[in-house]
């Protein structure tokens, strides 16, 4: 449906609770170890139960399966493995007949190499698809060197030299992803098109890939030495890029009641405002990525988790200004599972409980991952062998050229492969975890028989229960969606304490991130309100606000009246 007014797209997406489908590992309906189109239609009651009113689903077009559906070779039709268009047809009639939007995945910095546009680009330099991509001659004496430094964010050079017109062409991510000429208006035109196409079939809006990266400094210069990565400073929001993106947001989003959201790498805090501000008219909410460095540098080098910086980089995005929408996330496909990174496993249900406190309680629209509502964690004592993603498996062939190197990368992915997070999910305790009757295309973690979709249902004290009280308390609540958010106990090393507030009443969240006890003192302007208790992953909160130990993630609301 057309838009009627402005002021309420808006609105609509900032009560929604996402969940983010990965659908290769969701839920296979045909025995081929891949999930599926009707696996995900066989869990819409699922979804519908647990109380997410939105679907972020990642790609499900066409594509030769380098990155997992994020290489694509056609974008107005579905993998072969996932099923076909009619499919997905029933999928979104049933997602909207159970009241969930569906949000799908557009990449479009590139496209697979497989896609028809490439086949022609690389074809001759005369080509009328030449100038979709960005090719340059290499450098040096017979140009055998690459056009520039910049590294592929999948390790290597990020130029790939082809034969047929001796020529080198752009690929940020893996060789077989180039990344489309957006100063080409010819693209534009098509990204546009690509998205009316799926707003006429009834989508609701986009998750928008790497979308930062689409416009590149004019010249192609070279990046600031760096030895692990290079070139970001010459795309990242490049010089065109809020007017690509306005432009996309004219030619499509705005046309229709629709929501994007924007993969936000190398925002921060103090250019957030000029990407989502409501009246740019460009993107309405972006994903940041800063929280997820509170234990690792760089994504892929593991560090201790530090809850201090956890806690100054949440609350630094909860004062956005009021013209900006926040997300709320912290597991998707492209990080190693929340558990064990914020608390200790044996607390598992604790720990999970405490974090969905945490999160869902700050404002912004939260987006659950698949799995992540029943506690599923990394694999323990995951081989090399088993990686199956093109990162890891760059990774690994890295190390195997410096071979004491390898003990090094072996721990480091055992703690931040994306692998963790892309094993199917587990439904119930029988084979494969009830997510194929095949041979699932990647390994099933083997702790499926204890942590499983089927097992959380029947616990009433389960993971999965507490998330549907979350989702279902969220719903139209005033104070979380508008409420002002004031942090306090910033010092506090175990705990993470804000406070919620609007018109006479207080949320008042205080999260342990701690395995060992803790003491809680009331902070002396809250201490004589009226106070009872939302919410706890513990039997023994005490019912109303006072000075308390606090056990190994303990995590509680309250709400207080003035
Ligand atoms: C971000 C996606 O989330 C990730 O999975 C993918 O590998 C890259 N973009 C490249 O498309």
Request: net charge neutral; with cysteine.
């Amino acid at each position: 449906s057309l838009v009627g007014s402005e002021m309420c797209i808006r609105d609509r997406y900032k009560d929604a609770v996402f969940y983010q489908i990965y659908p290769r590992s969701f839920c296979d309906s045909n025995g081929d170890g891949i999930g599926d189109i009707q696996g995900i239609i066989s869990k819409l009651d699922y979804l519908k139960d647990l109380g997410v009113t939105a679907v972020w689903l990642s790609p499900c077009y066409k594509s030769p399966n380098d990155d997992n559906g994020y290489d694509i070779s056609n974008y107005r039709d579905i993998m072969d493995e996932f099923g076909t268009l009619d499919d997905w047809k029933e999928m979104i009639d049933g997602m909207h007949q159970r009241g969930i939007k569906l949000v799908m995945d557009l990449v479009v910095n590139h496209t697979s190499d497989e896609h028809e546009w490439f086949k022609q680009s690389r074809s001759s330099k005369d080509n009328p698809y030449r100038d979709y991509y960005i090719w340059r001659p290499g450098r040096g004496k017979n140009g055998k060197k690459p056009p520039n430094n910049w590294s592929s964010r999948f390790s290597g050079s990020a130029w790939e030299y082809d034969e047929t017109t001796n020529e080198y062409y752009l690929h940020l991510f893996s060789k077989k992803q180039p990344d489309l000429n957006w100063d080409n208006p010819k693209v534009r035109q098509e990204v546009a098109d690509i998205c009316n196409y799926w707003f006429e079939l009834g989508v609701d809006g986009f998750r928008c890939d790497v979308i930062t990266y689409i416009s590149k400094t004019e010249g192609l210069p070279n990046g600031k030495f760096n030895p692990i990565i290079c070139g970001d400073e010459q795309f990242v929001i490049g010089p065109h890029y809020h007017e690509y993106i306005h432009e996309l947001n004219q030619k499509a989003f705005s046309k229709y009641d629709s929501m994007t959201v924007g993969e936000g790498q190398g925002i921060t805090v103090s250019n957030a405002e000029s990407i989502v501000a409501e009246d740019r008219e460009e993107l309405d909410c972006i994903f940041t990525f800063e929280h997820q460095e509170a234990d690792a540098f760089m994504t892929v080098i593991p560090k201790k988790f530090s809850l201090k910086k956890w806690k100054t980089i949440f609350s630094s995005w909860q004062a956005l200004p009021d013209n900006c929408w926040n997300s709320l996330f912290i597991e998707n496909h492209d990080y190693p599972r929340s558990l064990p990174r914020y608390g200790k496993l044996e607390y598992r249900k604790y720990v999970a409980k405490m974090l969905a406190i945490c999160i869902n309680f700050m404002k912004g629209t939260p987006y659950i991952y698949q799995g992540q509502e029943i506690g599923m964690t990394n694999i323990a004592g995951f081989k090399p062998k088993d990686y199956v993603d093109i990162v890891s498996k760059n990774i690994y062939k890295i190390a195997k050229f410096f071979p004491p190197l390898i003990p090094v990368v072996v721990w480091a992915l055992q703690k931040r492969a994306r692998d963790h997070a892309r094993t199917p999910m587990q439904w119930n305790a029988e084979k494969n975890a009830g997510f194929t009757s095949g041979t699932p295309w990647m390994m099933v973690n083997p702790n499926y028989k204890k942590i499983n979709v089927e097992e959380a249902l029947a616990d009433e004290d389960s993971i999965l229960n507490f998330y549907k009280k979350i989702n279902k308390f969220r719903l139209g609540n005033k104070i979380i969606k508008e409420g002002s958010y004031t942090e306090l106990l910033h010092d506090n090393k175990k705990l993470f304490v804000y406070k919620r507030e609007l018109g006479d009443k207080i949320y008042l969240v205080v999260c342990s991130y701690s395995s060992k006890c803790a003491t809680f003192k009331v902070p002396e302007e809250l201490k004589d309100l009226k106070s009872s208790l939302v919410i706890s992953n513990y039997q023994s909160t005490p019912a109303v606000l006072q000075n308390t130990k606090i056990l190994p993630y303990e995590a509680f609301v309250y709400e207080l009246t003035k």
